[in-house]
């Protein structure tokens, strides 16, 4: 049986954020030839690129809901000084405001919320005990440089084993990418 086609679009701050997604679909073997990927991320010095993402976070859910096709909506948005919990909220809020539905069980959405920053994921990917509540890290010098990274975590994210301490916003977002990847191994 043929493996359904399934158009990603991609919700994000920023490059950063879109490098890490596209390379880690790739790891778990999600994007293939025949896969759409369309990325939305915030143009360089056009405004706050948290707002960007939730501006136009309820449009890219209505719409994927109303396609027929195969569509998964994956938004990556930094916890900043907010939280992951409060930046959900904030999604919501955001289609609360345009009048749709909430994000529930039966959509195709993937939402990852590093904490601060997802510099913060990739200190600890290189082995650091990191704080969350830190905004510090060192960014990498080019967005493609996140591959080692990448790798680091969808190994630890297949074994269900995360090195301790593990971000709490890591875990969660290996939750959401194995949900991602059971709608996508049918």
């Known amino acids: 049986m043929a493996k359904r086609r ?6 994000c701050e920023d490059e950063q954020h879109v490098s890490f997604v ?4 790739k790891k778990l073997k999600l994007i293939r030839k025949d896969c759409n990927v369309r990325q939305l991320a915030r143009p360089a010095g056009t405004g ?8 136009k976070f309820p449009d890219e859910l209505d719409f994927g809901r109303k396609r027929q096709v195969a569509q998964e909506l994956i938004v990556m948005l930094d916890g900043d000084s907010f939280g992951v919990a409060r ?19 039966g959509d195709a959405v ?3 919320v590093p904490n601060w920053n997802i510099e913060t994921w990739l200190a600890y990917l290189d082995g ?30 297949e074994r269900e084993q995360l090195r301790q301490p593990a971000p709490s916003s890591l875990v969660r977002a290996c939750k959401e990418f194995e949900a ?3 709608r996508n191994s049918q």
Do not use: W
């Not at 706050?48 to 501006?55: E, G, I, R, S």
């Open 87 to 105: 930046r959900v909220e904030q999604l919501n809020d955001a289609c609360s405001r345009r009048q749709v539905s909430v994000r529930s069980t």
């Open 6 to 11: 399934v158009q990603f679009v991609l919700l």
């Open 128 to 157: 650091e005990t990191v704080d969350e509540r830190r905004s510090d890290y060192p960014k990498l010098r080019r967005a493609r440089d996140c591959r080692e990274h990448v790798g680091k975590l969808a190994e630890m994210c």
């Open 48 to 55: 706050a690129a948290d707002q960007f993402v939730l501006d």
């Open 180 to 182: 991602l990847r059971r």
């Open 110 to 112: 993937t939402l990852i």
């Open 22 to 25: 596209i390379k880690f679909l």
